[in-house]
């Protein structure tokens, strides 16, 4: 969590809140008593007039005097921000109204630490996780919550003890004058800072950027994709030329890029190799650099315009820093940063992730299509992460879907009243989070969708357009509005430049989407992800069963590729599944006997359980067909385990 002042006052009065709708409230909603609630408290002790007037507000509620909470605030933090405290949550969220406004609110209390963490010092703990840190790595005036990992609070405690080994608790981040990572291991080694797991390294050249390295083992390093084929000085250039190039909307902020690009240049001129960046915030300009020259190209190919000043001026662009760097991001999104969001070994061709990249920043929402188990809500949650970070909704469509479920509705207020509701859709666009629909084809498109069509399209002239929908709020009627910035409404929903929708559908089902409503369609671009082919499904299948170390398994490969190869195409998700059942069932016990006899019979269970209800509504003569495959690849399979299989497809069938 990263907070100012007015977050301060209130823990000093055991209250945390935060207005309603939000992505925060959602996760102060989540908490229990006994949580554990991590503080970030950042320098700044309020942002302008507004926050000036709320800190007083609050400060006056608990008998707080401004000037001495502001004192006290500024000793509690210092320059870099602060974890002084942890916060134990006493009592579970709930619903009240403050100054008219609906907020939902958590009763926390103080637990000592023997010494404040410094801000610095918090984003560096090797128990912080870098996708959570990069939230933290700008400030805001708004209360934001992330879900952290349990060890966390403890590397806290621990950091904050005296004696404290810091090449144990810290990561460490380092520019490399090295081309490879061989190299760089080397030259760190020689500097007294051996890779260790959790470091995180730049490699730089005269002639080009070979980029991040990141340790997963100690001593070693691996290199990510996104390597920059320009000199050091070519990339200043280019981020200078786009700044001057860049229109507010394109709300690309290259200030902080082209001071990393001067150090790299400042660690080739001195002729060091090793230079220590041990600030995870000035480290993070260096690693996203691959990002904003992505962006930097394609705005520089715009010509000057006439009423932009040729000086390399910074830019005021005038929206909030979440939205500025979501709009940066998507712009810049690569190919490599939606890799480095995917889980390892997760298998997909580079070429459909590609066309999802281009589609997105194209300003297409997404339709991720493909048989159950190819990864399409794993690929949609990396492209959210690679673009928003954390700031993403998930939700599952169902056949009961109405325009209650995706835009809202009326529900009693507790009062003999009513009041709105919002749905899903609705909620994303509060903060201008990215909303993931998985299977969303299982609703009546029409009957969910339609009046959001016009809503989706955007597209060029959206810019202060607005559609009014049939719901009143006691502040009006309820408005979307297109617009580069949120407002502080709760009858008003504002589409921002860089907001996506990507659904998820199976293949199977992909023709009633297409038979339902094109007009729906138009809005997106519709992405297949096949499954892998026969080859690499038996690689990976051998990959999958090697920790059974089996002797012969020639024949629970063929068993593996038929289920997954019948009338109903299956993804790895699933294949990895019964690979990891077969693994598990043949495993010694402490009885010393497996929970099969032979990997064939667990097999087939694995089948019964993971592979027939993707059969579902399919025809009884594809249950047979799968049948019949299955007993022809793995003979060895009882005629008993082949009757449990016939019979569980026959559930699950149409008749």
Not at 250 to 273: R, V, Y
Not at 322 to 329: K, Q
């Amino acid at each position: 969590m990263i907070t100012n002042a007015i977050a301060y006052a209130q823990v000093r009065g055991q209250r945390l809140w935060v207005r309603d709708a939000t992505a925060s409230a959602d996760a102060l909603r989540g908490m229990s008593v006994g949580d554990t609630v991590i503080p970030l408290f950042e320098p700044t002790p309020y942002h302008g007039d507004a926050g000036a007037v709320e800190l007083a507000a609050v400060a006056a509620e608990h008998g707080d005097d401004v000037q001495t909470l502001e004192a006290d605030y500024v000793a509690l933090v210092g320059t870099s921000g602060a974890v002084p405290f942890l916060l134990g949550v006493t009592a579970a969220a709930r619903t009240v109204e403050r100054g008219g406004v609906g907020v939902v609110e958590i009763s926390v209390q103080e637990r000592s630490l023997s010494n404040p963490l410094s801000g610095d010092d918090f984003l560096r703990l090797r128990s912080l996780d870098d996708s959570v840190a990069a939230q933290f790595k700008t400030s805001t005036p708004l209360l934001r919550v992330a879900e952290v990992t349990d060890g966390l609070a403890a590397a806290v405690t621990e950091a904050t003890t005296p004696g404290r080994d810091d090449a144990k608790l810290l990561k460490r981040y380092s520019l490399v004058d090295a081309l490879t990572d061989i190299d760089a291991v080397a030259k760190l080694t020689a500097a007294g800072r051996t890779p260790i797991i959790g470091d995180r390294v730049f490699l730089v050249g005269r002639t080009e950027l070979p980029g991040l390295a990141v340790s997963s083992a100690a001593g070693k390093l691996t290199t990510t994709p996104d390597r920059i084929a320009q000199s050091p000085e070519a990339v200043k250039d280019i981020l200078i030329d786009a700044q001057r190039k860049a229109a507010a909307a394109d709300a690309f902020a290259p200030e902080m890029a082209i001071k990393a690009i001067e150090q790299i240049i400042g660690l080739i001129q001195s002729g060091e190799t090793v230079r220590p960046v041990d600030d995870y915030r000035s480290f993070y300009d260096i690693a996203v650099l691959p990002r904003l020259v992505t962006t930097a190209l394609t705005l520089q190919k715009r010509p000057m315009p006439a009423d932009v000043p040729t000086t390399s001026g910074p830019l005021t662009h005038g929206l909030p820093e979440d939205l500025a760097a979501a709009i940066a991001n998507l712009a810049g999104l690569t190919v490599e940063a939606v890799i480095d969001e995917l889980p390892e070994n997760f298998t997909i061709e580079r070429s459909v992730l590609a066309a999802a990249v281009t589609a997105l920043r194209s300003g297409k929402h997404l339709l991720l299509g493909g048989p159950p188990g190819t990864g399409k809500t794993t690929l949609a949650e990396a492209l959210c992460r690679a673009v928003v970070k954390s700031n993403y909704h998930v939700a599952t469509a169902t056949a009961d879907w109405t325009t209650f479920d995706t835009i809202g509705g009326y529900l009693p207020d507790g009062a003999s009243g009513l009041r709105f509701s919002h749905g899903v859709v609705l909620r994303s666009l509060r903060t201008a989070a990215w909303l993931v629909i998985d299977e969303v084809n299982r609703a009546d498109i029409d009957k969910a969708f339609g009046p959001l069509f016009t809503v989706l399209s955007g597209g060029e002239g959206a810019a202060g357009r607005t559609s009014v929908l049939p719901y009143t709020t006691d502040e009006g009627p309820v408005v979307i509005k297109w617009a580069s910035a949120l407002e502080a409404s709760n009858s008003t929903y504002v589409i921002t430049p860089s907001w996506r929708l990507i659904g998820t559908l199976n293949v199977a089902d992909k023709a009633s989407l297409f038979q339902l409503s094109f007009a729906f369609l138009r809005r997106f671009a519709v992405i297949d992800i096949p499954v892998p082919n026969a080859d690499e499904y038996r690689q990976l299948f051998r990959q999958w069963l090697s920790p059974a170390s089996l002797t012969n398994i020639d024949e629970l490969l063929a068993g593996s590729l038929a289920a997954i190869s019948g009338p109903v195409p299956i993804g790895p998700a699933i294949g990895r599944d019964l690979a990891e059942f077969v693994v598990q069932g043949v495993a010694p016990t402490a009885s010393g006997s497996p929970a099969f006899v032979t990997p064939q019979e667990a097999l087939a269970a694995a089948i019964r359980l993971f592979v027939v209800p993707q059969y579902e509504g399919q025809p009884g003569t594809d249950g047979e067909s799968l049948l019949n495959q299955i007993k022809m690849a793995a003979p060895s399979i009882s005629s008993q385990s082949i009757d449990d299989i016939r019979a569980a497809l026959q559930q699950v069938a149409l008749t």
